[in-house]
């Protein structure tokens, strides 16, 4: 932690930043609906029942939900590459997730399909599932999502040897429905959508985190008037409800501790000085085929047949 920010929470009575910018699954607020779709996407991986997606829209927390996850697999033996640079494509995606795995590219697609599907039946032989995550999904052109769709063909005749999440904002979904790849579609096991929260929950949430990072008590309190006016500025966003307490936080520095009571006006401060407005719903839009995308399709189909 730097020292300036060290200070300020000091300052505050607090252990640790509250409303970080980045995900932080330390502080998970499970909702009894969460914790349900946490515990069956789960499932679906343990069981190699297929693959699992995850939508939702920016800053609703689907890579705090895949820090959970792999949390939650990560003593069972479980084996998992976690890609986030979805700006890489087709065989350069490919390397990545080798070398997430641990494994050396070795240039080309069909050697680098060859090294995986040996490592992966080396796994499956040791009983260990091997899962590949991928954030920010709706980057992926449709040449990718070709690549993943020949990945889930590798399998030892009754299992698949490799489990696959993908996670993405909205249009993710409407990529996921173009012609070319609906066999991927088709081995959709689970679909977890995940949504802002309600105007009931927000105060449980700012109490939630601020309890996470020792607030003291009395200490930081929102009232539930300005609880409202938080869900209004931020439409239930966790990512904006975020940028705005944060703001809340510094106009509460040079209060007395058994003061800081955060009402509406602090709020409609707080949520115009950091530009924070509700998300608008996007419009679902299918991303064009690229025209390498058959060339490499053919290729790793050809390594499959000889594998």
């Not at 009894?32 to 927390?61: K, N, Q, S, Y």
């Not at 409202?228 to 931020?234: D, E, I, P």
Request: a positive charge; one cysteine or more.
């Amino acid at each position: 932690m730097n020292p300036a920010l060290a200070r300020h929470l000091q300052t505050l009575g607090l252990e640790r930043a509250p409303f970080p910018p980045t995900p932080d699954a330390a502080a998970w607020f499970q909702t009894a609906r969460l914790e349900a779709e946490r515990v069956e996407a789960a499932h679906c991986l343990r069981t190699r029942a297929g693959f699992v997606l995850l939508t939702g829209e920016i800053g609703t927390g689907k890579s705090t939900f895949l820090r959970r996850l792999l949390v939650a697999l990560g003593g069972e033996g479980m084996v998992t590459s976690l890609v986030f640079n979805t700006f890489l494509q087709g065989p350069d995606l490919l390397a990545a997730v080798l070398r997430d795995f641990g494994l050396e590219a070795r240039g080309t697609p069909a050697a680098d399909i060859d090294t995986l599907n040996r490592f992966l039946v080396q796994q499956w032989r040791a009983q260990v599932t091997c899962v590949l995550m991928i954030d920010d999904a709706q980057n992926l052109t449709l040449e990718s999502l070709e690549l993943l769709r020949l990945l889930t063909n590798l399998e030892t005749g009754q299992e698949k040897l490799l489990q696959i999440v993908l996670a993405g904002q909205p249009e993710l979904r409407a990529n996921l429905e173009q012609p070319g790849i609906r066999q991927l579609t088709s081995r959709i096991c689970k679909h977890v959508q995940l949504d802002v929260l309600a105007a009931d929950e927000v105060q449980r949430y700012v109490h939630f985190r601020l309890d996470a990072a020792g607030n003291p008590s009395p200490g930081i309190r929102l009232r539930a008037d300005a609880a409202l006016a938080l869900h209004r500025a931020s439409g239930g966003n966790p990512r904006r409800i975020h940028q705005i307490m944060d703001r809340c936080l510094y106009g509460l520095y040079a209060m007395p501790a058994q003061a800081r009571v955060i009402d509406p006006a602090l709020v409609r401060t707080a949520a115009a000085e950091a530009g924070a407005r509700p998300l608008a719903r996007r419009l679902r839009r299918t991303r064009p085929a690229l025209a390498t995308a058959a060339s490499l399709a053919g290729v790793l189909a050809a390594t499959l047949l000889a594998l």
